[in-house]
């Protein structure tokens, strides 16, 4: 389980990382990138997704609010994405101002 959590996550911040600042972008590549991170994520149990749900809200957040501008509120790529985060949005792709476990 440690282990498909880990390739989860890093796949997540892989794609908050590739979309960050982007002007354009490969709408094909993200369309199987994020089925491919729906797809993991609804395979994890309910309990480990409830463990890192607030990071996952921020990181998949910040990779959203990068993508609104270029996509629109109602592209598929949005509309998967926000099918997995549960809390509220960050205010920017710049928003990193949430601590993280261990700076706590």
Avoid: C
């Avoid at 911040?13 to 199987?32: M, Q, S, T, W």
């Avoid at 994020?34 to 994890?44: E, F, G, I, K, P």
């Amino acid at each position: 389980m440690y282990l498909e959590v880990y390739e989860f996550a890093a796949s997540a911040g892989a794609f908050e990382g590739y979309v960050y600042g982007k002007k354009e972008i490969d709408a094909a590549i993200l369309n199987r990138w994020s089925d491919n991170l729906v797809s993991a994520y609804y395979h994890l149990p309910e309990e480990v997704r409830e463990s890192f749900q607030h990071a996952l809200d921020g990181t998949l957040g910040r990779a959203l609010r990068s993508l609104l501008p270029l996509l629109g509120e109602n592209h598929e790529i949005i509309t998967k994405l926000k099918s997995i985060i549960k809390g509220e949005l960050p205010q920017s792709a710049n928003d990193f101002e949430k601590k993280k476990w261990f700076q706590k």
